[in-house]
């Protein structure tokens, strides 16, 4: 029998479920921390060509994603998605999976190409989500985009984020989405790790030593951490050493033309490692513009 009631999804639009969107960002994040969506953002969404999905427990909110539209750089309209929250309960059981598909149909029947979001590059779960299952791109970076909190869940973390392109019509989105296998990087060639990752030998928690920024390989892995999370509960020197560390490979590679385009776990000596997956772009076609 399952754990938890099964789960509907249904698209929101009324001010208490916007109200109880409110509430669930304050359980999953905490009330004091810096990702908040007021419900009055949510409304004026809602009446200007975006739209939010609500995953529900009973007659209970336990995620949903909001979404609302903008005008790129090429002067083309896509889906902007705000913020998806998922109660910490209903995580890694696919109610993220199911709200990006809802929100991709609905994007789909707009006659819309392309959403984007931000992502935190060290949140493996989201990375995997965002790369791996949905076949997002990712080749900008933001530095402390949303400020460092003081207080809540990510407190004393600079709030770095990669933007996701999620091109929705493109075959190799819709093969990542039908479960296509993928080939693991590690069966390529020249697909060297770039950074060096060592457990500590008294905490256990993966240590950030070093990393070569001088590979020309077309295809190349950076490790992250399983869990930013555990290691910032545990030590938030080490944490932010992991920030600046993945801040200065994946800046320092984006700036000469790679971008994310995977996540892969590989197995190694005393770990899984997460690797992000970063291929060289030899032409525009990966760009915003050409698509």
Not at 36 to 42: D, E, F, S
Not at 128 to 143: D, E, I, T
Not at 175 to 180: I, N, P, Q
Not at 227 to 237: G, P, T, V, Y
Request: hydrophobic share 45%.
């Amino acid at each position: 029998m399952s754990e938890f009631p099964p789960i509907e999804l249904r698209r929101l639009g009324s001010l208490d479920e916007y109200r109880q969107c409110e509430e669930l960002q304050a359980r999953v994040w905490g009330p004091d921390d810096v990702v908040r969506v007021p419900a009055l953002i949510m409304v004026t969404a809602g009446l200007n060509g975006g739209y939010a999905f609500g995953a529900f427990a009973g007659d209970r909110i336990v995620g949903f994603v909001l979404s609302s539209p903008r005008l790129t750089e090429a002067e083309r309209v896509n889906q902007c998605s705000i913020l998806m929250a998922v109660e910490t309960a209903y995580q890694n059981n696919g109610v993220g999976h199911r709200l990006k598909m809802a929100q991709r149909e609905t994007a789909l029947a707009q006659g819309i190409d392309l959403i984007t979001w931000t992502f935190d590059p060290l949140a493996s779960a989201n990375v995997h989500l965002n790369l791996h299952k949905l076949g997002c791109v990712a080749s900008r970076y933001f530095v402390d985009v949303y400020g460092t909190p003081e207080r809540g869940l990510n407190a004393g973390l600079p709030s770095d984020r990669l933007l996701a392109e999620w091109w929705i019509r493109k075959p190799t989105v819709a093969d990542r989405l039908a479960g296509v296998p993928i080939a693991p990087p590690a069966a390529a060639p020249a697909a060297p790790v770039v950074d060096e990752v060592a457990s500590d030998p008294q905490s256990g928690l993966p240590v950030l030593r070093d990393a070569d920024l001088s590979c020309p390989e077309p295809v190349l892995l950076v490790e992250i951490p399983e869990s930013i999370r555990a290691i910032k509960l545990a030590d938030l020197e080490l944490a932010h050493h992991w920030r600046l560390g993945l801040r200065e490979i994946l800046q320092h590679y984006f700036a000469r033309g790679y971008r994310a385009a995977g996540f892969h776990r590989l197995p190694g000596e005393d770990r899984v490692r997460h690797c992000i997956l970063l291929e060289r772009m030899d032409a525009p076609e990966a760009t915003e513009e050409s698509h």
